[in-house]
T-cell receptor
Framework: DAGVTQSPTHLIKTRGQHVTLRCSPISGHKSVSWYQQVLGQGPQFIFQYYEKEERGRGNFPDRFSARQFPNYSSELNVNALLLGDSALYLC?????????????FGPGTRLLVL | QKEVEQNSGPLSVPEGAIASLNCTYSDRVSQSFFWYRQYSGKSPELIMSIYSNGDKEDGRFTAQLNKASQYVSLLIRDSQPSDSATYLCAVNDKDSSYKLIFGSGTRLLVRP
């Protein structure tokens, strides 16, 4: 079975630009989460969507937004890019929600903002 | 205060030895605990999940959980050079079970 897929794999943008990152969950998974990982740190939670509804949002500015489509794929949008947005953006999917929810990560999109 | 703490390492062990990775967390009501392995330049890969106090074994890996001490560990038996990676400990948020809180990871080096 295919795992979580993300596109693009790498992206270079300049400050002030907008970026859209895409994610397709594991087949049968209805939940998608987005994380940001900067070098030397663990991933930080940005959003989770379940059944096309936002379940939660991390401590990120409004420049970050996301949505989930009827086929459960998802997009993460970042406006007005800053140098500090340079990071590995990870998408994770899970099949169930609740205390034992297990998240499986995709390969990530590496974003460089110049 | 960091919510999930790990020693950054590197932890260096010889091939064939047991590697012991440790993690402490601050929230007493966390219910789910995970270990992810991350190779340089790659994404995190789930190794183990544990929900109850005690030990959970899967192949060469054993996760240990002590909720009273707010401590979770990962033991890797018969360590191989291919185990060299950063190991991330993750705990679910007390108010939002879908949100994983990660430590900064421990870098493990297995010397041939």
């Amino acid at each position: 079975d295919a795992g979580v897929t993300q596109s693009p794999t790498h992206l270079i943008k300049t400050r002030g630009q907008h970026v859209t990152l895409r994610c397709s969950p594991i087949s049968g998974h209805k939940s998608v989460s987005w994380y940001q990982q900067v070098l030397g740190q663990g991933p930080q939670f940005i959003f989770q969507y379940y059944e096309k509804e936002e379940r939660g949002r991390g401590n990120f500015p409004d420049r970050f937004s996301a949505r989930q489509f009827p086929n459960y794929s998802s997009e993460l949008n970042v406006n007005a890019l800053l140098l500090g947005d340079s990071a590995l953006y990870l998408c994770a999917s899970s099949t169930q929600v609740g205390p034992k929810e297990t998240q499986y990560f995709g390969p990530g999109t590496r974003l460089l903002v110049l | 205060q960091k919510e999930v703490e790990q020693n950054s390492g590197p932890l260096s062990v010889p091939e064939g030895a047991i590697a012991s990775l440790n993690c402490t967390y601050s929230d007493r009501v966390s219910q789910s605990f995970f270990w992810y392995r991350q190779y340089s330049g790659k994404s995190p890969e789930l190794i183990m999940s544990i929900y109850s106090n005690g030990d959970k074994e899967d192949g060469r890996f054993t996760a240990q959980l002590n909720k009273a001490s707010q401590y979770v560990s990962l033991l890797i038996r018969d360590s191989q050079p291919s185990d060299s990676a950063t190991y991330l400990c993750a705990v679910n948020d007390k108010d939002s079970s879908y949100k994983l809180i990660f430590g900064s990871g421990t870098r493990l080096l297995v010397r041939p």
